[in-house]
Structures are given as structure tokens and as C-alpha cells.
T-cell receptor, first 115, second 113 residues
Framework: DVKVTQSSRYLVKRTGEKVFLECVQD?????MFWYRQDPGLGLRLIYF???????EKGDIPEGYSVSREKKERFSLILESASTSQTSMYLC??????????????FGDGTRLSIL | GDSVTQMEGPVTLSEEAFLTINCTYT??????LFWYVQYPGEGLQLLLK?????DKGSNKGFEATYRKETTSFHLEKGSVQVSDSAVYFC????????????FGKGITLSVRP
């Protein structure tokens, strides 16, 4: 079974702090994603990556950056946390098989509160 | 751009009731369609998928049929259980959009004994 592990289930930080959310997958997947989940808004894509050191902006990248130095790890960075970034953050990964994209596998999420 | 519209929630049903959750989409070409489920305190899990028109995805008693003519992918189950209580998300992936998914807003299902 694919395992996507997010480093923290709950995190509380203060406004202005630099925050790191870590995600690790154990299936050698090429693609990794960061979403935020908010009530009534569903999941919105923040950033994604198709390979090591590659990244692309999703639908709501403002206020975030990412890092992918190793294939299995994808980090989401809040450069200067704000209360509007209080949310549930979900990491996902997927692979390509014979040219077809396979379904995404999700971690359990990190509930981040910015005070 | 791509979009997914789910019916408004939440939905509360009694055990063994019939379930329908509506999902319609807007996309260019012929996207792949998915239903994901999120149980309390967990991440999303793929429930079922369909990759072309008239395909039927099924899993755990749930079914959804890819209807190109109505651009819909409604989720159904004949007899729900308390353990089906969760949030359900409809999603699509357009052809040529790499592996990006577009999600609906999700709907919370509560099943009472």
C-alpha cells in the first residue's frame, strides 16, 4: 500500500513565523501535491511537483513556497504565516504508468492554526 | 476552466436508505472522473473512478456512471451503513492536464442507526 506521511497532525504557530509542513511518500512517485481544505471550499491546489527540484503553481500559491530536494519528500513553506492560512493541509502523491496518470494518494492531513 | 459542482449538503440518512449524491462537471474534452471519500480524522481515499463515457465505477457498494450527455457522475448506493458517514468529493482530471485534479466542494453524509 502507498504510504503518504505528513509530519504533524496538528500544528499551532504565530503570525509572522516561517512554517514548514513536511510530506514523505514511500512509493517512488514522480508527482507530489499540496492542497488546503476549507469548509465550503473543498480542496484547492497550492503547488505541485513532477520531479525533483521541479515545482509548479497551483490555483492558490500566494503566501506559500515549496521545496523538493529528494523524490520522496515535498515540503510546503509558509514564508510569513498569517491567520488566513489557518486550514487543513493535505499532501498527495501519484505516479505515471505506461503514460497514464494514476490516482492520487493522500496523507492524513495537518491541521494548522495560526494565532 | 475546469469545474466540479456538487449538490449542497449536509445529507442525513437512516441506515439502509438509498443514497444519491449529485455531481456535474465542466471541462474541455473528455476528463477522467473520480469520487474520493474522507472519513473523520483521515485524508482522502479514492472510492471509484471512470475514465471514459458510459464507464461505471464501483467499489464498496457505491456506483457512479460517467454520463457525457449530461456531464454528470452521480454517486449512488442502494443501502447505506453507519460506517459510510464521511465527506464525499467529486473530482475530475482533464486530458492533457498532467495529473492535476479539480475537486468539488464536498458533501458531508451522516447515517444514523
Amino acid at each position: 500500500d502507498v504510504k503518504v506521511t505528513q509530519s504533524s497532525r496538528y500544528l499551532v504557530k504565530r503570525t509572522g513565523e516561517k512554517v514548514f509542513l513536511e510530506c514523505v511518500q514511500d512509493m517512488d512517485h514522480e508527482n507530489m501535491f499540496w492542497y488546503r481544505q476549507d469548509p465550503g471550499l473543498g480542496l484547492r491546489l497550492i503547488y505541485f511537483s513532477y520531479d525533483v527540484k521541479m515545482k509548479e503553481k497551483g490555483d492558490i500559491p500566494e503566501g506559500y513556497s515549496v521545496s523538493r530536494e529528494k523524490k520522496e519528500r515535498f515540503s510546503l513553506i509558509l514564508e510569513s504565516a498569517s491567520t488566513s492560512q489557518t486550514s487543513m493541509y493535505l499532501c498527495a502523491s501519484s505516479s505515471r504508468y505506461r503514460g497514464r496518470y494514476q490516482p492520487q494518494h493522500f496523507g492524513d492531513g495537518t491541521r494548522l492554526s495560526i494565532l | 476552466g475546469d469545474s466540479v459542482t456538487q449538490m449542497e449538503g449536509p445529507v442525513t440518512l437512516s441506515e439502509e436508505a438509498f443514497l444519491t449524491i449529485n455531481c456535474t462537471y465542466t471541462a474541455t474534452g473528455y476528463p477522467s472522473l473520480f469520487w474520493y471519500v474522507q472519513y473523520p480524522g483521515e485524508g482522502l481515499q479514492l472510492l471509484l473512478k471512470a475514465t471514459k463515457a458510459d464507464d461505471k465505477g464501483s467499489n464498496k457498494g457505491f456506483e457512479a456512471t460517467y454520463r457525457k450527455e449530461t456531464t454528470s457522475f452521480h454517486l449512488e448506493k442502494g443501502s447505506v451503513q453507519v460506517s459510510d458517514s464521511a465527506v464525499y468529493f467529486c473530482a475530475l482530471r482533464s486530458k492533457g492536464a498532467n495529473s492535476k485534479l479539480t475537486f468539488g466542494k464536498g458533501i458531508t453524509l451522516s447515517v444514523r442507526p
